[in-house]
């Protein structure tokens, strides 16, 4: 009795089976066309140094793609012309006031939530970056009170002295509101020093808005 109770159950499970629909499963992948559009933005910069820096604002505009990976892992490529600023002082030493027009290419990796109709949503993201320094003009002032020169200023050129060249990454957060409106937030890590005289990097807080067309 046991046996045919098994064996009637055995023949219902694979009767089951075979009534279920075969599903085709798609993979959202590279086959999507890229999407272009436009990036403005703004920035709270700073360095790596524990004291006496000063945070400055600076904007930055440009243009921007992005193109599905696979699933919900999406790549954003962006070219930007930025301005970059931080202040510095030592007390009773000198201060600088660095104003840096650059050019940036971003290569974000995207991790995106939310409804894939809509394209709505949170999203996670990496960016490394390259810049590049194209000019701007700085500031220095004497704060010794024993020097002669006691609060001269003098202008130079942003990269007489610094380096053009950096490399590092930003990490942040965005919200998808739209197949084309992206809002998002990050970080910047440089890795490269900006002075070539000092062990100092690019640190800042970034805020961009995406439109594509």
Request: glycine fraction near 10%; hydrophobic fraction near 40%.
């Amino acid at each position: 009795m046991k046996k045919t109770i098994v064996v009637i159950l055995l023949l219902v499970g694979a009767a089951a089976l075979n009534a279920q629909p075969i599903q085709k499963s798609e993979v959202k992948s590279s086959k999507e066309p890229w999407k272009f559009g436009l990036q403005i933005g703004g920035s709270l910069d700073n360095i790596s140094i524990k004291s006496g820096g000063v945070s400055k604002f600076g904007y930055k505009a440009g243009l921007a793609a992005e193109k599905r990976l696979v699933y919900n892992l999406y790549f954003q490529p962006t070219l930007c012309f930025a301005s970059k600023s931080f202040g510095y002082e030592i007390a009773n030493g000198y201060s600088l006031d660095v104003n840096a027009l650059v050019a940036e290419l971003d290569a974000g990796l995207l991790l995106k939530f939310g409804d894939d109709r809509l394209q709505r949503g949170f999203f996670l993201s990496v960016t490394p970056y390259y810049t590049y320094g194209l000019g701007g003009k700085s500031k220095t002032k004497d704060l010794n009170t024993h020097s002669e020169s006691y609060l001269e200023e003098k202008e130079y050129s942003t990269f007489e002295t610094a380096n053009r060249y950096d490399l590092g990454f930003r990490i942040g957060c965005g919200y998808d509101f739209n197949k084309h409106v992206e809002l998002a937030a990050n970080y910047t890590l440089g890795m490269n020093r900006f002075s070539n005289t000092a062990n100092y990097r690019w640190r800042g807080w970034n805020l961009h808005l995406v439109v594509f067309f």
